[in-house]
C-alpha cells in the first residue's frame, strides 16, 4: 500500500487542523492505521492509531480527548483531526499502515509509511 499525508500547516495554540492519508494500491480497510510525529533528533513517537475494523482505536495520553483519528473505507482515506492544538504538537507527522492486528505504539513494527507533513503550532 502506498501512503500519502496532506494537510499540515502553521496554525496558533488552540487552533485545529485536520491530516489526510490517502492510500492507493490496497484496501485501507486491509490494514491497521496510525500517525505517528517526529522532531529533530528524537524518535517517531506514536500518536494515534486504528484497527483495520475500526472498532479500536489508540492514542497516546498528551493527544487524548483533542486528536481524533478516523478511516473513510469508501474514500481509500485515513483523517486525523486535531483540535485545541499546543506547540508541543509541532512535528513532521506520518501515517503509517501495518498488516498486524495489534495497535503497536512502535514505529519499528509498522511497514508501510507515507511522506510526512509538517504541522507548527506557535505560541
Known amino acids: 500500500v502506498q501512503l500519502q499525508a496532506s494537510g499540515g500547516g502553521v496554525v496558533q495554540a488552540g487552533e485545529s487542523l485536520r491530516l489526510s492519508c490517502a492510500a492507493s494500491g490496497h484496501p485501507l480497510s486491509n490494514y491497521a492505521m496510525g500517525w505517528f510525529r517526529q522532531i529533530p533528533g528524537k524518535e517517531r513517537e506514536f500518536v494515534a492509531a486504528?484497527?483495520?475494523?475500526?472498532?479500536?482505536?489508540s492514542y497516546t495520553d498528551s493527544v487524548k480527548g483533542r486528536f481524533a483519528i478516523s478511516p473513510d473505507d469508501a474514500k481509500n482515506l485515513l483523517y486525523l483531526q486535531m483540535n485545541s492544538l499546543k506547540p508541543e504538537d509541532t512535528g513532521v507527522y506520518y501515517c503509517a499502515a501495518t498488516s498486524r492486528r495489534s495497535l503497536v505504539p512502535s514505529a519499528a513494527f509498522w511497514d508501510h509509511w507515507g511522506q510526512g507533513t509538517q504541522v507548527t503550532v506557535s505560541s
Open positions: 486504528v484497527s483495520s475494523n475500526g472498532e479500536t482505536v
